[in-house]
């Protein structure tokens, strides 16, 4: 049977393709995942995408910036193109921008699109004030696994909240043919929305796939410590290894074909990008 039968023939207006891309992930193929969430009494199919009231209610209409923790912004002075975004949106960050970073990274956050697993709770644990600082935290990543944690962990803190289902998920990485970036997903759902702009900074796909250091300081400290040595990605030259940081999960090349679709479509009358994803995917 055709695992899209049910479905609309697209994801943000992008037509499916005719045929299913090679699954590039150590994770086993998203509808065996999904037949195993079924028999645990959650989502057991691939759905379309439903838009959230509170997400829409802060983003629609307006200039949204998503900002990523690349080091390739420092030195480069965007702090203050990103602070004039009406909705500024961090990705997987638990912390609060430190003043020294205002200058290349800007100062505010709005909203935390983040994958809220056991490992990144502990590390919100310890900032619970910057989280409770937020209008609303986004889980555009895989949830049904730790469901009964994550809601709970999300009602303490106080925040509204949207964990997108993991149905249209594993559609998104059917699509794509892997277990796709918290960054990427959230670029994916948010062109769901009526936005004015989307400006998207500070993510590398971990630097077109070649990795090495790609995460500013703060942020790699903040990973490091929520992780710890077992995690094996980090080390002190504060370099990542693709293969310890999971590129078996996440494998970055699809991910980079299927931008270069979402690019081509909505750039730049809608989607604008810095200038380190412009050189990377849009043609001269």
Known sequence: ??????????????????????WDCSSPLPEQQLAQLKSMGFVGDFKDYEKDDKLSKLVEGKRVAVVGPSPHLECLGYGEKIDSYDVVIRLNQKFAIPESKYKDYGSKTDIMFGSFNHLNQGECDENKDYIKSLKLLVCPMLSMWDLHKQNSWFDSTGVPYHNVCDGHLFKIFKEVGTTCNTGFTAVIILLNYNIKELFVTGMTFFDMNKWGNVYFDEYYDSIKKATGSTYGAWNPERHVDGFASRSDLHAQQPQIDYFRKIVDKYYPNLLSLDDYLTENFVDE
């Open 1 to 22: 049977m055709e695992w899209n039968k049910n479905l609309k023939k697209d994801i943000i207006g992008i037509p499916l393709n005719k045929s299913t891309n090679p």
